[in-house]
């Protein structure tokens, strides 16, 4: 075999075979295959496009470019998976949710990428965790935490990350097929025995038309199940941010709050009523899903009843306690979490021009404001101040009074404070009257 050849067969609209595509992958990972043919590939596929048959071998293929992991654990393995947005901080509360009802979760997670926020950045605001652990200490900690949030070592689906970063620089990222595959090669190197999968919609996400959505989340569903592990995906809103707050330390301190039941500035129950906190009803949503494809509950409702008694009694707070000082945090997180937190010296409220509701969020720009003020990466190499984003962002259909708080703006420096307030006047519009509310869950698939 050779790469020519393969990407001749795909250039003709002809399907390589299983091993066709197995050699390849190989050969991304081995350094057999060259950067050009890497980009005449992406771009082949780009075009051409691949049928279900040929998508589910080129994930495999990718898959077992590196190591697949195992488990020998007491109960069923369980993941989940995001598509990316803002103020999204699930994973956070959803692993623990999990692990204390049975499930034991090895969540494989990323940094931000473009304008959304990365699990692991979040994570790594709390001082001492660590979220790069060798793989026999993982199996360690998700057998005795229950769940375990870590980034993906080299030996992970090594050909993903050759041709992603070919991807990147020959405008093939946008490839149904190519995302497929590189998403779930790494999630099935996890050996999930279920998967779900959060495929989001909405000016905060990467995909912005229901019919890109549906589209992606199918491509997701129908290839994870044909590689024998059991998927379902919820196609759910990101018109606005999952909680009031966007930046790595403030979220993870929004997610304190919801575990430990501590009142949100704009909920005064966020327990008391899932619906009045986003986070809480997609995360019981997510997890009522898992729970039932895992055989732990005889239904989702079940599911979602049992997710939702661990989050409001205080065991998933406990239980998340457990994976943070697995992982080199303080051992006494859940209790004294406010005092972990690093703060940023400059915190500016941006106050509304008229009298008015929030009639529209553009996430994505917001998204990008907190990556300028340093909670994100404009070049891979940069560093993550995790003090820094946006708090108390007032809710789609909030009524505003000239002068009221929009949001507070947390940054290193007064001109970027500024710089920053300017961003979010002009992605948050203020209009006469609410807008209609939108579900937070638009659609399930399988």
């Not at 009639?359 to 990008?368: H, P, Q, V």
């Amino acid at each position: 075999m050779d790469a020519r050849a393969v990407i001749a067969k795909l250039r003709r609209h002809q399907v390589p075979t299983a091993a066709e595509l197995h050699w390849f992958a190989q050969g991304l990972a081995g350094g057999e295959v060259s950067d050009a043919q890497a980009g005449a590939f992406a771009m082949t596929v780009c075009l051409n496009g691949l049928p279900a048959e040929a998508r589910s071998a080129l994930t495999l293929a990718m898959r077992d470019s590196g190591d697949v992991l195992t488990w020998d654990l007491p109960g069923p393995v369980v993941d989940k998976h995001s598509t990316g947005g803002v103020g999204d901080c699930v994973s956070l509360l959803l692993a623990p949710a999990l692990a204390e009802c049975g499930a034991f979760v090895p969540m494989i997670s990323g940094r931000g990428l473009g304008h959304t926020g990365g699990t692991l950045d979040k994570l790594e605001a709390i001082p001492g965790l660590t979220t790069q652990i060798p793989q026999a200490r993982l199996s360690q900690i998700v057998a005795e935490a229950g769940c375990a949030i870590v980034g993906a070592s080299a030996r992970i689906a090594p050909a993903d990350k050759r041709l992603y970063a070919v991807r990147d620089v020959t405008a093939t990222v946008e490839s149904l097929d190519l995302i497929t595959a590189s998403i779930l090669s790494k999630k099935l190197a996890a050996s999930p025995e279920a998967l779900v999968l959060d495929v989001k919609i909405g000016s905060g996400a990467f995909m912005k038309t229901p019919e890109e959505a549906r589209a992606l989340a199918t491509s997701l569903v129908e290839t994870a199940n044909a590689a024998g592990c059991p998927t379902r995906a919820l196609i759910t809103d990101m018109n606005q941010p999952l909680v009031n707050a966007l930046g790595n330390a403030l979220e993870v301190a929004e997610v304190m709050r919801a575990l430990t039941g501590a009142s949100s500035p704009a909920v005064e129950d966020p327990l008391g009523d899932m619906r009045a906190q986003p986070i809480l009803e997609i995360t019981i949503a997510l997890g009522g899903v898992l729970l039932h494809q895992a055989g732990l509950v005889e239904s989702v409702a079940a599911g979602e009843a049992k997710i939702a008694a661990v989050l409001r009694d205080g065991r998933a707070a406990d239980r998340f306690a457990r994976m943070v000082a697995a992982q080199g945090g303080p051992l006494d997180f859940a209790e004294k979490w406010e005092r972990f937190l690093p703060e940023a010296p400059v915190i500016l409220e941006v106050t509304s021009p008229e009298t008015g509701y929030v009639a529209a969020i553009d996430g994505e720009a917001l998204g990008l404001t907190v990556v300028r003020l340093g909670g994100g990466r404009m070049v891979e190499s940069d560093t993550v101040d995790p003090s820094v984003g946006i708090s108390d962002l007032r809710p789609l259909g909030a009524k505003l009074t000239k002068g009221d708080v929009i949001a507070r703006i947390h940054a290193a420096r007064p001109a970027a404070a500024q710089e920053a307030a300017m961003a979010l006047r002009a992605a948050v519009t203020i209009a006469p009257a609410a807008p209609a509310p939108l579900p937070l869950v638009y659609e399930r698939i399988g």
